[in-house]
Every structure is written in C-alpha cells, then in structure tokens.
C-alpha cells in the first residue's frame, strides 16, 4: 500500500512539473512579439499583419525622414527586440554604422535585391592605392512600386510566422487583407499612367524612381526641399530644363511653400503633393496617404487632360 | 616514540643537503606523473567543453582542425576566408542561423575578434562594466585582457598592425572599450571583440576621410574633373571613429563579398543540423560543415597518444629511484655503522633504532608528497599556457 501511496505522489508531482512547464513555454511563446521597423510603410504592413500580437519600435520623431535618422540611445532598445525589419536598398544607412543581432534582421526587399535602382549620381574619387571609387547606393523608395510593397509585406507576414508558428494562420489571413488593399493600389497606379500617357513629370526629390520604373512614368528629379528658398542659379538651370522637357506638373513629398509655388505657376506648373510617407503623418495611416496621393494626381489628370 | 621523531628531525636537518635532494628527488616523481595526468585531463575537459557549445562550424575547405581552432580557440591559425554571401547561402537553408566570426588581427598580443551581437547571446557573455557594442570602432574585452592591459570601460586599444615595415599597409585602429565581459573561464576571456564591421575598417575595406567633393586644399588633390576627384596620400585616413566621424566612415564594393573566417551555425533542432550536414555531404552547399568536438577529439586523441609513452617512461624512472632510494638508505646505514652502534651502546634497542629509521624515512615522504601535493595545485595555473603551446 505504501509504495502504492509513493508511486502515485511521484506521478503526481511529475505531472504538476510538466504542467507548470507547459505553462511557462506557453507564455514564452503567447507574449507580445518586439518589432523594430525602419520606416512608416513597413510600421503599417506589420501593424496590419500582426495585429495585436505585436509591439512596434519605431522611435523615429514624424519630423525625420527614417532614411536619414541615426539612433543614440535607442540604440539599446533596438538591441533587445524580437526582430528588426529592414527596407533594403542602402536605406537607412545607419544600420551598416552599428552593431545589431543579425540573425533578427530580415531585408524586406531581400528577395527582389537583383532589381534594386541605382543612384545615377555621384563623383567617383581615388585616394591612396585604392582605384577610383563611388560611395554609391540604390534608390530606396521601394514600397512606391506597389508590387515591391506586397514582396515586402510578404517578408514582413514569413518573419512574424517564423517566430510566432501558432498564429501563421492569422497573419496569413491578415496579409491577404493588406495584399488586396496594395494590389488595389498598384491597379489604381497603372490607370494612371496609362491616362499620363508619357507626360513628363518634375519631381522636387528624387524619390519616385520605383514608381517610375513600375508605372512607366516619366520623372525628372530636382533636390529641391518645400520650405527651402532657391537661388537665382537653381532656377535659372530648372528653366534650361524645363525648355528641354516641357511639363506642366511637379511632384512634392509635401506641400512646397507659397513663394516657390507661385514661381512654378508662373512657370504653368501645377504642384500636385505625393507623399511617400517614408514617415508617419498625423492621423493619416498609409492607406488613407496613398489614396490622397493618386487622387491628387489624377485630378491633375482630369484638369489637364492630353 | 616523541624522541625519536626529535631524533629524526635533528638527522634529517644535519644533513639537510642531503635531505633537500632526497625530497626533490622523491617529490618529482611523486608529482611528475600525476601533474601530466592533470595536465591533460584538465585540458582535455577545457578543450572538450568548449568544443561541445558550438554545434557546428562552417569553413573554407581546408584542414578541419585549423578551422576549429580558429573559429572556436581564436588562434589566428592561416585559414581561407568566407564571404559574407556565403553565410547568406547558409541563412536561407532556414534552418537555423549564422553568426560570422572574423579573427585575422590582434591587439597587443590579444586577439581581435569580429562578430555580431548574436555571439554574446549564444555564448551568454554577460557584460560586467560599461556596455555591449552600439557602433563601429568599438570593442569590448575579456577579463583577462581588461586585468593584464590594465584597461577599463572608456579606455581605448589599439590594432596591432599587421607588419610594421609595410607603412601603406593596414592602418591601426583606435579601438574605444566600451564594456568589460564577466570571467568565463574561457578563450573569450582572452579576446577583444568588435562588431565584424569594425573589423573589416582595421582590414582597409572601409574607412573615413573628408568629404573629397568639399576639399579646398590643392595639396590634397591631383585632378578634378566632372566625374572624378583624384586626390593625394597626404589625404588623412581617420584611425579613430568618434560621432563626428562616423558619418564619413563608408565602405567599398558590395558587402557580400567581404570576409568572414568562419560561421558558427546555430540549427533550430538536432533533425535540422542532421539535414544541414547532409546537405554539404551531397555537394549541396560549397565549402565544410565541421562538429568541433569530433575534430577536438581527434585532435586530442592525436596529440595524448604520447600520454602511453610518457607513463611508461615514468614507471621506469619510478623504479630506478626507488633503486636509489634504497641503495641510498643501505649506504647510509653502512655509513651510520658506528653511529647506530653508539646508540646500542648507549642501551637503546634495536626495536628503537629501528623506529628511528622508519621514521627519517617517514617525513622524508612525507615532505616529498607535500612537495609533491604543491606542485600538483600549481599546476592547475598552467592548463592553459599548456593548451595554447603544446595542443593548439
């Protein structure tokens, strides 16, 4: 009887040790997923397609484009996160200046890395024995090509399903939703430059590149910032180019200041604003942004019709 | 039986020479045997331990035991290099993941070691002053390195240059410490880590300069035309990388191509590294897959063959001093005739002389075992001089 008595209260307590350790597992694995982005489109896609299973790290003021932002201090945060989602491209070049848990970042553009834009730009240099070299890049502004935007989504939806394999059927279901609302966007965007025609476009930043290249849209860009004023000289070089590709249109990341908006339309240049919302926009998520955007620009379509 | 302990002593220290070199002589091959034996146990368990907490290594192909002991022992063995893509290749196989170890450099005799902050989790290094890595130009150091060099979290070190006669060759690197690891008892604590970026500026990959596009001097530069800046040497090359700085510090060419000495790969489970080695067993994945505790084992297997050599070695020595040992004590009985012989005289039995003996005898390995004993626990310090100059 009594070794009876033992073998049940061994089992007893081997059985309540498991449970508390399943108990425990389980938490591990149901606790909220630390997510640090470096831009405002992919704080949405994974917004959208981790819902409430996710925590987002993005300590970037509104006020700074993501692309150009070095952390200090946040730094330390950035270090503890779940996963680090990266846009690729060289953007955000920061992270090539710092040291970050490799194995916790995904490049959301990885997979599409052989179609990537590079700058034009740049002066090549030579110093010492090395040859002449370029500190070049890539264009960055990937999500404007809609189709790159759901590759990047996709990324965004395989990373979460790797660390969190008990919700795959969530964010599944969640970026499908987000897939039919870029998709959307992507067939608004060839509407549009269908009806462009092949219309030059001025562009103030070079930032466009990716939607031109998706939309076979035809963008010059100047580096021209809204609220900076411009020299006589910058002016004098945009008419030069003006008179070779005649336009009536100048895409804005925001709206331009009245002075420089005035000169354009003396020009008979219309400003249309697209943002990119490489950052957040208050009270405006990423949707509401882009529909804004395209209705923007078809409206200038509409006005000014070929 | 007080007494002739008293007369023992007294003996032993008349003849104290004598006494001195039967004792390093006893003590010796008390102590030579089993201070080998410690040695290599020792060893073995050190080299085994840590051979065991890395999974697997991926190398260039080559000599398998040079790859583990660069990737897990950081001695800068002459390896092939990897390529950044070559770890990429690894990550997509999803079946675990990398952490890339780049060892090629040294700081005063320590060496440098590039890798990510995913080392530190996996090894579970714990930072006991100052901080981990943030940004490029940083190191933090092991115990060891922080007591022998004296250097605490806000010091700086500096690169080793690679030769000192090559003046264009590999600039040293004003490394600042940020933050000193808890003791491991490992080769960690012997080792100054960098992030791998760090590394491949002290290589020349990358580097910081003015902007040569803004340059006004007209000894800096050689020719300017619409593409081109051409400049001189006088150019300055940042050997330090402070905030200011760092803005200008950039690297060259495509970051896959860059060098990595080796990968730790980290598989999610037992059947994953199953599958992950038979991959590079079918020709699937370029390169080698190593488990380091078999090709440690083998090593050690290698080197300790000599262990049968050396114990046989130390039998016979054991016997021939024993011989001497006792040819020594009849000797000096012969010589002590009239010494024992006055004490006889003198009424003392031949049960006492007897006991007077056994007991010189007595302390004499008691003494030796003691020496013996302190030799043994000494030797515990030089496990790892030992591992370094005679295994690795």
Known sequence: MKKILLVLIIVLVTISCDDSQKSNNENEVSGKLEV??????????????????????????????????VPDEELEEIQKVDLILSNGAGYAKWMEKVSLPVSKIINTTGEISNTYIEQKQTKTHSHGSEGEHVHDDFEYT??????IAIVQAASVKKALSELRPGLKEEFEENFRVLKKELMGFNEKMIQLGKKLNGRTLFASHPVYQYMARAYDLDIISMHWEPDELLTEKDWLSFKQALENQPSDIMLWEKEPGNEIRLILNELGLKTVVFNPAGNTSENIDFSILMEQNMLALENYITSKPD | MKQSFYLAIRYLLFYRFRTLILVIAIGLIIFLPIGLQRLITDSEDQMMERANDFPLIVGAKGSSTDLVINAIYFQQQPIDQLTVHDGKILDETELGFTIPLLAMFKARNFPIVGTSLDYFDFRDLRIEEGRNLRFLGECVIGATVAEDLNLKAGDSLISSPENYFDMAGV????????????????????????????????????????????????????NRDSSNVRTTSKLFIYNEIDGKKMDSFHFHGAMESYPVSAFIFVPDNTKSATIFRGR???????????????????????????????????????????LILILIVTLSLRLRKDEIHTIFTMGCSRYKIVEILGIELLLLVIISGTVAAALFYLTGFFVDDFIRYFIL
Not at chain 1, 41 to 61: K, N, R, S
Not at chain 1, 142 to 147: P, V
Not at chain 2, 176 to 202: C, R, Y
């Open chain 1, 142 to 147: 990937t999500w404007l090509d809609f189709n």
């Open chain 2, 171 to 222: 600039y040293p690197l004003k490394m600042s410490v940020v933050g000193i690891l808890e003791a491991s008892g490992t080769p960690d604590d012997k080792t100054v880590f960098t992030d791998l970026k760090t590394n491949w500026i002290i290589m020349g990959l990358g580097h910081g300069h003015e902007d040569v596009i803004k340059l006004t001097d007209p000894t800096l530069v050689i």
């Open chain 1, 36 to 69: 640090f982005v470096v831009n405002y489109p992919l704080y949405y896609f994974t917004e959208i397609i981790g819902g409430a299973h996710v925590d987002i790290l993005f300590p970037i003021p509104a006020y700074v484009d993501p692309a150009l932002w």
């Open chain 2, 280 to 322: 590079f067993e079918a020709g699937e994945l370029p390169n080698q897959v190593v488990i380091p505790i078999k090709v440690v084992d083998h090593l050690l297997q290698s080197i300790f063959r000599i262990k049968h050599i050396f114990n046989a070695v130390f039998i016979l020595v054991g016997m021939a001093t024993m």
